[in-house]
């Protein structure tokens, strides 16, 4: 397409909000009349994902014009004897007119029926309407000039038929006749007609006259150019009154030629201000048996508009519309136009949209034969152009016209959706009358996409014997190509779901404004449906879309027996191979199908499918034996046209199957085998041969189903109530309460479920539970040990599960739990890591069926279970032995290191501090008193450091000196009757002590002079049985040696001792405490420290060194004589035997085995 300055002259479009001047039409506008320019803008398009119907997408015929001929400007469909064409308009199209540029041109396209795989423009033919060029005159200065001008006048703008073997009208709105002395351009428009069966074409041009009388006007339009008003939707032009007297509002004129047609007289004065712009042709309908025509004029008197109505059965004889007063200026009467029956005189009467009337809210006004106005429809929102498009069908079938009205500039101003469009269906009731309350609204489905621009009828496309309907949005769909939807009517009116969407992406990717232009409601190719012609003139194309034939199938689907039951005298089939066969319940299926439709062949390939317990997607109850699953394999049959084709099969039901309540179905569902298939070779050349792949009719569900109840023990309503109820208790309802902390202690909890109450609505007794589950809802840090005790009357299984953050045990009780029946049974749960943020336990239980009570009986199915909740402590201190100082003996080394000074050997104190309760401690405080002087002040313990807190958080300890001066502010007391002072001293007594300990004395803090050790620990957690967690407060110091020996400590050995009371500051949660005695209660330790320090003492004085040695050397001396002696006496000599003279035998006493006498020495005691 060329890059004319030519756009889409029939669409308003709004720019910046402002109105701008163009050109239209090639002509200039008057600078007094203000008008909108056109904006075309294509936003992303927003897919509307819709299920196609009958119209075939896949194999459509498509015709090309040449670039820029803008082909496809206006369609129509037409039938002469026995021929179906495609009608199109390109009113840019350059023909073999002499002298003409661009005069445009109509073109009839042969729709081949046996041929349907597309063609090009090369095939379609330019119906000769008038192969003349320009008429000329003899001017006034002697030469032959054009009265006419034929260029650029966009013949083939409006194109329509009058149906099957009827007429053919086209127009030219852009046409333009001169005056006599050809200086007076007029853009009246003009009509082409070609009656059916004739060669013979009629021009119809009921605003040009003789100009030839009209010596001179005052409209100024000369100096200004040609505004064209009324062809173009952009045109907002303001009337002046430039010739309107303001007091008479009457046309100022100096010559007035009067013509008289039919009995009714006419002002034929040139000028917007009467014909001279009324651009005849911008609409053009005909009636339903083609005797009349209706031509549409929108610029006449000042843009009101004009409507011609023409009697062909009457030698042409016209009516028109009369001029009205000045507030009716720039209406655009006539810019759409259809033709129906609104009144009861059994005439066809007219719509005529008027898209500026009413403040620029839109109109349609309907005529009767006589153009007299009998009703009026007005648009709701300003600007949307209500009006634009018109069309008339019965949709809801109740033989009276409705009324189709195109708002295509309608927009959404809460969502910022401008130009999305809107279409208005009225529908006419058998008063004639059309309220607002009961007409549909379809609704655009993108901003800009200009959805109503184009409304066609499509008759009753898919023969369910409702009419239907095409609705264009040029600028929509993929890549704003442009798109069609289709809407189907019904008994109750148009579907304002819409059934198919044609995108005109899919038709071709060069196509553009798909959907400008739409007719319908014609079988071309001779199948028995209506087709689709759709103009797109941005891309110079015209398409052709068959309706592909329907296919009806009727199915049935029953059950032998419906009624399944599940006892077993009635399990009636075997399943399983010897010796492991088993008897359940079976049934049998029957399926029954028939299919039909008009143009469909007599042979058609379907599949079946049938799905067992359809409903059910996990845990089917029904199988069949020889497949073993739920859904039957693909059963692929050819089926003959309306044969009843029938199936059958037993399936079988699984014993003890859990949902005994829920009818089990069976659905069936069938698909056409091919009918969604891409084009390909083959099916192109089935479509040479006349043949369409036909399709299912999408409003007939393709999937059936059938439903066996399962008996049941509820009545002859087959609907079981029952009253279920649940209670709980704690097994030992005096046992302690729960304690933070503890883990080892189970909770037995007593549990009864019943179905034995009475309806609340009529007092019956309840009746059987089915799949009836009891829900217990565990407390956090709780958890599920198993169940014990159980009823076994009514089956009882339990599990644990956890749903999202929550923990449940769910139990199912019975299926059914029958009525009169209870159970019992006890639910064992252990604490574990209890936050202890609430003061109890709340256990959630929840019963209920699959068959559900009446609602005033659910009270008792909720029942919540507290156990309460505490926290307990018990907090204890002991010495730290192995790290404490436990004895200090000054030995030599000792006395001489430390005599004499003020330093001492150190002496370390270790205390360990542990929660042997349950419960963790927040805080707790430590008393130590230590020894560091005597009972007249002098140092004895001095404390080096602060004493330390360790394997504790936050532990920290402050010391006090208590003097005579400040020991009124303290009581020291070693067994403090103020409080229960738990004792707990766990000295350790050296075995080599040489006193008793009895008689060893005590050093301790006095009331006079003591250190005051206050200690806080930070928390402590429970079950500290390992010594090895417990807080340790070490103490360091040195002993005083001087005080020792200045206080006389030095005699005998004596204790050093330290003590420290523990108790707890606060425990950590808001809730009781248990045992609150034993949690608070005051613990005691000491620490001793054994001290002797006897060598610090001056002793006797001994015997000299020399002395002793002295005494050792004399007493060597003295043993060394004695010996001597001794050896001169002899003593060490001994005297030995003298040698043998000669060797003698003895002979043996006894022989072997002879017993000694008794006189023997052997025998004899040993002395």
Known sequence: ????????????????????????????????????????????????????????????????????????????????????????????????????????????????????????????????????????????????????????????????????????????????????????????????????????????????????????????????????????????AVSSNLHRNKKMSEVKVIYVLISVTDGISSLMLWGYHRVGFCQAGMSASFSQNGSRILIGAPGAFYWQGQV????????????????????????????????????????????????????????????????????????????????????????????????????????DKDSSSYDTGRVYIYYQDFRRKFRQKKKDILEGYEPKSRFGSAISGLGDINLDTYKDLAVGAPYGGVEGRGVVYIYVGSMEGI????????????????????????????????????????????????????????????????????????????????????????????????????????????????????????????????????????????????????KIFCYDFIVYILNNIRDKLTPIDVSFSYRLVGENEVVGRKKRQAINLGTIPPILDKYIPSTVTVEGKISKNCGKDEQCIPELSVLAERVEPFAKPIEVGSSNEEIEISITVRNDGKLAKDGQ???????????VELPEGVLYSGITNANAAVALTCNYVTLNVSRFVICDIGNPMPALAKTYFTLLVTPHNIDGQSDKLTFKLNVNSSNPEMPGDTWNNYFPLEIPVRQHAVLEISPNLASSTEQVIYNTSG???????????????????????????????????????????????KIDEDPKVLNNEGGYCETLLLSPENSTDFTYQEGNSKINVLLQTKSKRHSRQRREVSNIKNVKCNNQYCTFIKCFLGPLP???????????????????????????????????????????????????????????????????????????????????????????????????????????????????????????YNKPLMKNGQQPPKSSLANRPYE
Not at 502 to 528: E, M, P, V, W
Not at 571 to 580: A, H, T
Request: charged share 20%; net charge neutral.
């Open 1 to 236: 397409m060329d890059s004319s300055p030519v756009m889409d002259s029939r669409i308003l479009s709004k720019c910046s909000g402002c109105f701008r001047e163009r050109r239209m039409l090639g002509l200039r506008i008057n600078p007094i009349t203000v008008t909108l320019a056109i904006c075309f803008i294509f936003l992303c398009f927003r897919h509307q994902p819709v299920s196609a119907f009958n119209l075939d997408i896949k194999t459509p015929l498509t015709q090309r014009g040449n670039r820029g001929d803008m082909f496809g400007y206006s369609v129509a469909q037409h039938i002469d004897q026995g021929n179906s064409w495609m009608v199109v308009g390109a009113p840019r199209a350059q023909t073999g007119q002499p002298d003409i540029i661009r005069g445009g041109a109509v073109l009839r396209c042969k729709i081949n029926p046996h041929n349907l795989t597309g063609a090009s423009a090369q095939f379609c033919q330019i119906i000769p309407f008038d192969a003349r060029g320009n008429e000329q005159r003899l001017s006034p200065g002697g030469n032959y000039q054009p009265i006419e001008d034929k260029n650029n006048q966009w013949f083939g703008a409006t194109v329509v038929s009058s149906g099957e073997s009827g007429h053919i009208l086209a127009c030219a709105p852009r046409y333009v006749y001169l005056s006599t002395q050809l200086n007076k351009r007029e853009p009246v428009g003009t009509c082409y007609l070609a009656r059916s069966g004739s060669t013979r074409f009629e021009e119809f041009s009921p605003c040009r006259g003789n100009v030839d009388l009209l010596r001179e006007t005052v409209d100024q339009y000369h100096k200004s150019g040609y505004c064209q008003a009324g062809f173009s939707v952009a045109m907002a």
């Open 308 to 411: 011609y109505n023409y009697w062909l059965d009457l030698n042409n004889n016209k009516l028109s519309t009369r001029e009205e007063g000045a507030t009716e200026d720039n209406k655009y009467r006539g810019y759409s136009s259809a033709v129906g029956n609104f009144d009861d005189d059994k005439m066809e009467d007219y719509v005529v949209g008027i898209p500026r009337a009413e403040g620029l809210m839109g109109m349609v006004q309907i005529y009767n034969q006589n153009l007299q106005p009998i009703k009026n429809i007005t648009g709701k929102q300003i600007g949307a152009y209500f009006g634009y498009a018109v069309a008339v069908e019965d949709l809801n079938g109740d033989q009276l016209d409705d009324i189709i009205v195109g708002a295509p500039m309608h927009s």
């Open 495 to 642: 579907i304002t779901d819409v059934s198919q969407v044609l995108q005109g992406k899919d038709i071709g990717y060069q196509l553009s404004t798909f959907g400008f232009s739409i007719s319908g409601g014609h079988d071309l190719d001779k199948n028995g449906y209506p087709d689709l012609v759709v103009g797109a003139y941005q891309a110079d194309t015209a398409v052709f879309i068959k309706s592909r034939p329907i296919v009806r199938v009727a199915p049935s689907l029953r059950l032998e027996p419906d009624i399944i039951k599940l006892e077993e005298k009635n399990k009636n089939c075997k399943i399983g191979e010897d010796p492991y066969k088993i008897n359940v319940p079976c049934l049998m299926v029957r399926t029954c199908v028939e299919y039909s439709g008009v143009g469909v062949s007599n042979e058609l390939e379907f599949d079946f499918f049938w799905t067992l317990d359809a409903k059910k997607n996990i845990s089917k109850r029904m199988f069949q034996y020889i497949t073993q699953q739920p859904e039957v394999s693909e059963l692929n049959l050819r089926l003959q046209k309306e």
């Open 765 to 775: 007794l309840a009746e059987d539970a089915y799949e009836t589950m009891l829900y």
């Open 895 to 941: 006395v001489s290191l430390y005599k004499g000074t003020g330093f001492g050997p150190e002496i370390t104190h270790e205390y360990r501090v542990r929660n042997l309760g349950p419960t963790p401690v927040k805080s707790s405080i430590i008393n130590i008193y230590w020894p560091s002087f005597d009972d007249q002040g002098n140092h004895l313990l």
């Open 1022 to 1144: 429970g079950h500290m049985v390992d010594s090895r967690d417990a807080a340790v407060i070490k103490i360091k110091s040195h002993i005083w040696t001087n005080t020792l020996v200045l206080r006389g400590l030095t005699s005998e050995p004596f204790n050093l001792k330290s003590q420290a009371f523990a108790q707890v500051r606060a425990m950590p949660f808001n809730i009781p405490v248990d045992n609150f005695n034993e949690t608070y209660m005051v613990s005691r330790a000491e620490v001793s420290t054994y001290v002797n320090a006897e060598r610090l003492s001056p002793k006797t004085k001994g015997v000299e060194i020399w002395k002793i040695a002295l005494a050792i050397v004399g007493g060597l001396l003295l043993l060394l004589i004695i010996i001597l002696v001794l050896w001169v006496c002899g003593f060490f000599r001994r005297k030995r035997r003298p040698p043998p003279t000669e060797p003698t």
